[in-house]
């Protein structure tokens, strides 16, 4: 199984057995308060899953109710499966309606920081108005109920409302992370045909503008679909607007009719488009719900963040990623919570940014990545000591399998040793919190995910399928339905079911290791497939391998992931030339500026090592094992047999840096 990032992990997770117990203060008053009341809770969502998620559902507003909870696919499986079928409602309104025409009207629902430092509050009697509004302004460019809309925004209170604008009128949104180039817009915006674009005409990160607009405008020239694009004006930066269809956000608004009843959505309309990183091919685009979705986001926002009254929620994720979908947007609002969001970079201007934000704003919650926390690490705790903190309660982590050291940095130097931490396993697949610990009942180990969350049935499997005792890694698998699974891959319902329900007949496959120990906690060791994961994001070895062959002079390109103290794995190419071409350390930049233009610049390569050749199979398959192992070593110890050339190992080792 797979390459040594997680083979660390899994061994500095072995020798840990510290444990963490909530203080009887968090406990007493949390949600749930014991492991006693946790472990029957989680019994009844998994002996009785339609009566445990009907609850969770009865607590959200719908139009019209369900006549069945769960639907299970053809197979009798979680594939095909359906929730709350013939239930009616609109996320829009219960994100904002239920709030502003409630008791929060008042409250504030975001509270955006943006880089150079001005803050914006906005309520949710705000949002109310301003998602009708803009729900307005794109029904009045015809856009309507199913019409894809791709969103390339940076971090500002109007990329939730174009999202919250979106799934008012049933358009599905399709974000676009904002530190992808051109290239990647085209290839999302032609696959699911996008009608529009919601865009801004920059953003700041590190003090430099990113010319959000400009790259849209590039895209577009290849994408036939789009009509129409609205430009929100963050900071007053020079841009084209081509007539016909261009128009700018602030005058449509002006122009806009104040009120835009949601739209009735079915349990199972589509709500939006995201895509992600598989083993072969583009980036698919997943496909999640309506129903199922709110739910699950819902009632993992409430539980696994212990949301109160009172909280200031901080999640740093960007909305370009599922992390930013399910908890900085739709999972706290429909919570009610208050919600921060910042723009730019946590070293800008200084190393201590992100800990003036906590000061500033008081944020009670804060839920990062472990990518992140190195980082911090890195840049020294005296950043961090200068600030009080005092208002953080509960701390979190999402993306990678977190180390213990790091996991006892964030422990110490944040949580000041108080603050329990959610280790929070998920994917973009699974729409929502799969497996973490309920803060107020269930003891952390660091490094470790815990126990699952309600309603979720975790096993650990062999490739056969067979369950692997407890203590042993295998494969991670999901045995039963949950309701913010994605539904389908977007215009390829055969890649979907490819991906994740042949491996294991029946049950779900993540494409991740794990074992479970003694305590039935669960410890995710990494992907087992050619996903690699980049300071938390998701990038194919194929995508990566298919930007470099673009290259000119590229002939063949081999990419794997290796261990990196900061990134987690750091991307390392393996290159041959087209005839003619000759080595430089000139053309090894340009070879990773290139991947940085075509994909973004997460993509682009921390080492390209130049060879004659790859190490192959007989039938041709590029032995991808064999050069994981030489990223990661320097050597090759591992089985050569099926090797067609055994020259090219000790040529590629005589080619190390
Ligand atoms: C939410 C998100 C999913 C992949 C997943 C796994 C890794 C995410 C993790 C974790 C260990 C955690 N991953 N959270 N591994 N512990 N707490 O990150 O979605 O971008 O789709 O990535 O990330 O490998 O399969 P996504």
């Not at 406990?27 to 009907?54: I, T």
């Not at 719900?289 to 949301?307: A, E, N």
């Not at 309920?438 to 995910?449: E, L, M, N, Q, R």
Request: hydrophobic share 40%.
């Amino acid at each position: 199984m797979t390459s040594s990032v997680e083979g660390q992990n899994l061994d500095s997770s072995l020798r840990e057995n510290r444990v963490f117990a909530p203080s009887a203060e968090f406990a007493a008053k949390a949600h749930v308060k014991s492991l006693e009341e946790y472990e029957a809770m989680y019994r009844r969502s998994v002996e009785q899953p339609e009566e445990f998620w009907a609850d969770a559902a009865g607590e959200l507003e719908w139009f019209e109710k369900w006549t069945r909870v769960l639907e299970l696919g053809e197979d009798g499986s979680g594939n095909g499966a359906k929730w709350f079928v013939g239930g009616k409602l609109n996320l829009s309104h219960n994100c904002v309606d239920r709030h502003a025409l409630g008791a929060r009207k008042d409250k504030v629902a975001l509270l955006w920081e943006g880089e150079p430092g001005e803050v914006r509050r906005l309520t949710y009697g705000d949002l109310h108005e301003q998602v009708q509004r803009f729900a307005n302004v794109l029904k009045g460019l015809g856009i309507k109920k199913g019409d894809r809309v791709a969103v390339y925004m940076g971090m500002c209170p109007e990329l939730a409302i174009a999202l919250l604008a979106c799934a008012r009128i049933g358009a599905v949104h399709s974000v676009i992370f904002g530190g992808f180039a051109a290239h990647a817009i085209v290839d999302r915006v032609n696959d699911s045909e996008c009608v529009a674009v919601i865009t801004q005409d920059s953003s700041y990160r590190r003090g430099t503008e990113i010319k959000l607009k400009a790259i849209v405008d590039e895209a577009l020239e290849q994408c036939p679909t789009v009509k129409h694009v609205v430009v929100y004006r963050r900071s007053d930066t020079a841009v084209k607007m081509k007539e016909g269809r261009d128009i700018w956000w602030d005058e449509a608004l002006l122009a806009a009719e104040h009120e835009c009843a949601p739209e009735w959505m079915d349990a199972e309309d589509p709500l939006y488009l995201l895509y992600t990183s598989g083993t072969t091919g583009k980036p698919k685009g997943l496909v999640h719900t309506t129903g199922g979705y709110s739910v699950q986001t819902y009632l993992t926002s409430k539980y696994v963040f212990d949301l109160q009254e009172d909280d200031v929620y901080w999640c740093t994720a960007d909305v370009g990623w599922v992390t930013g979908h399910s908890y900085v947007v739709y999972g706290p609002l429909q919570n009610g919570a208050t919600v921060v969001m910042y723009e730019g970079a946590p070293n800008w201007p200084e190393f201590d940014r992100f800990w003036k934000i906590i000061d500033a704003h008081k944020v009670t919650v804060f839920y990062t990545a472990p990518t992140a926390i190195r980082a911090f690490t890195k840049w020294g705790a005296e950043w961090v000591r200068k600030h009080s903190l005092a208002s953080l309660r509960l701390l979190g982590t999402v993306g990678e399998p977190i180390n213990p050291e790091s996991w006892m940095w964030f422990h110490r130097e944040i949580g000041k040793e108080r603050c329990p931490i959610v280790d929070t396993y998920w994917q973009t697949e699974t729409g929502a919190i799969m497996i973490a610990p309920i803060p107020g009942a269930v003891a952390t180990k660091p490094g470790s995910a815990t126990r699952p969350f309600f309603g979720i049935v975790p096993e650990v499997v062999t490739k056969e399928g067979e369950p692997v005792p407890d203590g042993k890694g295998g494969l991670l698998v999901f045995r039963t339905a949950w309701p913010s699974m994605a539904r389908t891959v977007y215009g390829n319902p055969e890649r979907y079911e490819k991906a994740y329900w042949v491996e294991i007949p029946g049950s779900y496959f993540t494409g991740d290791g794990a074992r479970r120990d003694a305590d039935g906690y669960y410890w995710l060791m990494g992907r087992v497939d050619d996903v690699l994961n980049v300071s938390g994001h998701r990038l194919g070895t194929m995508e990566v391998e298919s930007a470099l062959v673009a290259h000119p002079k590229v002939a063949e390109a081999a990419v794997v992931g290796r261990p990196d103290d900061l990134k987690g794995q750091a991307i390392c190419a393996f290159v041959t030339l087209e005839m003619g071409h000759t080595v430089s350390e000139e053309l090894r930049q340009e070879i990773r500026q290139w991947v940085a233009k075509e994909i973004g610049a997460l993509a682009r390569p921390d080492d390209v090592r130049f060879t004659e050749a790859l190490p192959k199979t007989r039938s041709g398959k590029i032995m991808r094992r064999l050069l994981r192992e030489l990223a990661t070593t320097g050597e090759v110890k591992g089985d050569t047999t099926t090797l067609e050339d055994f020259g090219v190992i000790a040529k590629l080792r005589g080619d190390e840096e």
